[in-house]
């Protein structure tokens, strides 16, 4: 079956500009995740949705990020203000639930210039 | 919260030999798994092992959970080996963290 979608795979934006990520999560799957993966490091983690509510939002850097699953399905990443610290690849996950197996998109590479 | 250490950060391989990596977490889990990070960024399930053993072709992983670590073996490498092993541990009530990686080249 399909596996986990992201869109755009690349986007590149000005400093100041607000940003949105899709990530489309396997069907029927309730948990969410959102990562960031800087170069030559592992994903860190963002936020976790069980079905529309945002779980743990704990790795938020700061009020510049924000996400939402408003039908428990699709979610989408903003960034307000974007800066250049920003640029990183920005990873979605999904799972049955929390503490099963996570599938990853192939990410969205962030670029701010 | 959890710490995920991984070794050898590098490891250089001639094509047919075998190779062990490990991954140690400081906390008791209920969730780990395996990733293999392709050329092109895409993470690839290799293994969900909280506890136990398992085997998938030239792949095998053993977490042992009351000693807090995993072992990821390769045997028989190939060069579509290449690439970046991750390490990914979730513990009750805590995030999901992931380890530095262990960068594999296996050379033809």
């Known amino acids: 079956g399909a596996g986990v979608s992201q869109t755009p795979s690349n986007k590149v934006t000005e400093k100041g500009k607000y940003v949105e990520l899709r990530c489309d999560p396997i069907s029927g799957h309730t948990a969410l995740y959102w990562y960031r993966q800087s170069l030559g490091q592992g994903p860190e983690f963002l936020i976790y949705?069980?079905?529309?509510?945002?779980?743990?939002d704990s790795g938020l850097p700061n009020d510049r990020f924000f996400a939402v699953r408003p039908e428990g399905s699709v979610s989408t990443l903003k960034i307000q203000r974007t800066e250049r610290g920003d640029s990183a690849v920005y990873l979605c996950?999904?799972?049955?639930?929390?503490?099963?197996?996570?599938?990853f998109g192939p990410g969205t590479r962030l670029t701010v210039t | 919260g959890i710490q995920v250490e991984q070794s050898p950060p590098d490891l250089i391989l001639q094509e047919g030999a075998n190779s062990t990596l490990r991954c140690n977490f400081s906390d008791s889990v209920n969730n780990l798994q395996w990733f293999h990070q392709n050329p092109w960024g895409q993470l690839i399930n290799l293994f969900y092992i909280p506890s136990g053993t398992k085997q998938n072709g030239r792949l095998s992983a053993t977490t042992v959970a009351t000693e807090r670590y995993s072992l990821l073996y390769i045997s028989s490498s190939q060069t579509t080996d290449s690439g970046v092993y991750f390490c990914a541990v979730g513990s009750y009530g805590q995030n999901f963290v992931f380890g530095p990686g262990t960068r594999l080249s296996v050379l033809p």
């Open positions: 949705f069980q079905g529309t509510g945002a779980a743990d």
């Open positions: 996950a999904s799972s049955l639930g929390s503490g099963w197996e996570q599938y």
